[in-house]
């Protein structure tokens, strides 16, 4: 897995991860105990990305725009939940404050890529 971190002017930072996290289909739908590994991965690959540069407090108000590369357009529900964890991930380690409404605006977007060439990317920019 590569991780790409890179901070502009700011409060903006970048993280790209070269994974695909899975969408809620009917294909899945899985036991509580996978979605909980998920949620760790989310939690592992996050951390490795900012522990070294992290916000000396966290984000107040912030945008992110969450980016999935993938071979297929999901809906936009599934776009969204495919970033659950990984936005999680971002409040447990303290680079915004909550994911609630009043805290964080999100803006999701899907890019075509080549098969086996999916990944994900978050841009967290302080508003």
């Known amino acids: 897995m590569r991780i790409r971190r890179s901070m502009g002017s700011g409060a903006a930072m970048r993280l790209e991860f070269h994974y ?37 407090k966290p984000l107040e108000r912030a945008h992110v725009v969450c980016t999935r590369f993938s071979s297929r357009q999901p809906d936009h529900e599934n776009l969204a939940m495919s970033f659950k964890a990984w936005i999680d991930a971002l409040v447990h380690h303290g680079v915004i404050v909550d994911d609630d409404p009043g805290h964080l605006t999100r803006e999701y977007r899907w890019i ?16």
């Open 20 to 56: 695909l996290p899975p969408m809620n289909t009917a294909h899945t739908r899985r036991h509580w105990s996978v979605a909980h590994r998920e949620a760790r991965r989310a939690k592992d690959h996050v951390w490795a990305a900012i522990h070294r540069e992290k916000p000396q």
């Open 112 to 127: 075509k890529a080549k098969r086996g060439e999916g990944r994900i990317c978050m841009e967290v920019t302080s508003v």
